[in-house]
């Protein structure tokens, strides 16, 4: 995510799916669209039934981020929706301890910025602040959730696009309880965001079907976050299309001067993770071609993800 598309997005008006266990408790194994696996042993929360994972409903409005403040530990499958056009990134975060949201959003802001400089110091500062573990991309007309497993502790629900506010809309949840065992449905398509020969690659495994989860992994190197950023594309947009328009961003993430293929108030997607992270996605997507982009930098350099390459087309059915 980065301070250019939320720039932009605000002057515009606004591998295998084998069984994989990340350290976010998610545990994946390639099945048919209808079926469910058992999740970790231990607590559902607030709305749990049948053994299915507590449901927390986030909206963000006009008036601020309604978030709950409360939950339990054990799989967790957050409902994110907006009303307010201005609105939409949804980000869950676990500070360390100590660590204030104050000092937490000066790291982010310095991330965030098509500064190289800053883009390094800010993922360095970050490492010893937060976790990040994802999130979505949310338009009036796009709702989606994602999935987690939680464990006890203090979170923090953020949005990226008014990270910049005097006021940006943040809330606190505290997780407590006991755990008990619960289910979540198997993705139908698994995407890795992995280094390949020094370069960002997408590598994805099954197949992208309109109203079935996938399984969004960052496997890129210790300290390297990653975001997964669906855009539908028209159909007279070409693959050198795509790759015309990335050509024109800056190399620390600069968004070009013109409108290129990506509807920036349409894209919907998961939000950045920690290496080693893994987040179960729920977009509102439609049968169709989609490319799927990182707006992040290189954590060691400042470089554009997205330039050398952190993109893909994909097909949904």
């Known amino acids: 995510m980065r301070s250019t598309r939320i720039r932009r997005a605000w002057a515009t008006a606004a591998v295998t799916v084998l069984a994989l266990t990340t350290t976010t408790g998610l545990t994946t194994a390639a099945a048919e669209p209808s ?3 058992p999740a970790l042993s231990g607590a559902v929360g607030a709305v749990a039934e049948n053994g299915a994972p507590q449901v927390l ?27 307010d056009p201005a609105s939409g990134w949804i980000s869950l975060v676990r500070p360390k301890p100590g660590v204030t949201f104050e000092s937490f959003r000066s790291s982010i802001l310095k991330m965030i910025n098509a500064v190289g400089p800053d883009i390094v110091e800010g993922s360095a500062e970050m490492r010893e602040k937060a976790e990040l573990l994802g999130g979505t991309v949310i338009h009036t007309n ?3 959730s994602f ?3 939680l464990t006890p502790g203090t979170y923090w629900f953020f949005d990226y696009r008014n990270i910049r506010d005097a006021n940006p809309r943040h809330s606190v949840l505290r997780v407590d309880g006991t755990v008990r065992a619960a289910t979540t449905p198997f993705p139908t398509a698994t ?3 992995r280094m390949i020969d020094g370069q960002p690659r997408w590598i994805l495994s099954g197949t992208v079907r309109a109203g079935r989860p996938i399984l969004f992994r960052n496997e890129m190197p210790e300290g390297q976050n990653a975001e997964a950023i669906f855009f539908r594309l028209a159909d007279d947009v070409t693959e050198e299309d795509v790759r015309a328009y990335v050509d024109d961003f800056g190399d620390t ?8 293929p990506l509807d920036l108030e349409q894209g919907t997607g ?16 439609q049968p169709g071609r989609y490319v799927v982009v990182d707006f992040f930098s290189d954590a060691e350099d400042g470089s554009s993800l997205l330039k050398r390459g952190h993109w893909e087309i994909v097909e949904v059915s």
């Open 57 to 83: 409903h986030l909206r963000s409005t006009v008036d601020g981020l309604n978030a709950p403040a409360t939950a339990r530990p054990g799989p967790t499958e957050f409902r994110v929706s907006t009303t």
């Open 191 to 193: 995407l890795v965001s």
């Open 270 to 285: 998961g939000l950045p993770m920690n290496t080693g992270e893994a987040s179960l996605l729920e977009l509102t997507l």
């Open 35 to 37: 079926a469910v696996r």
């Open 147 to 149: 999935t987690r497993t």
């Open 253 to 260: 993430g600069a968004f070009p001067d013109h409108a290129g």
């Open 142 to 144: 796009l709702p989606a």
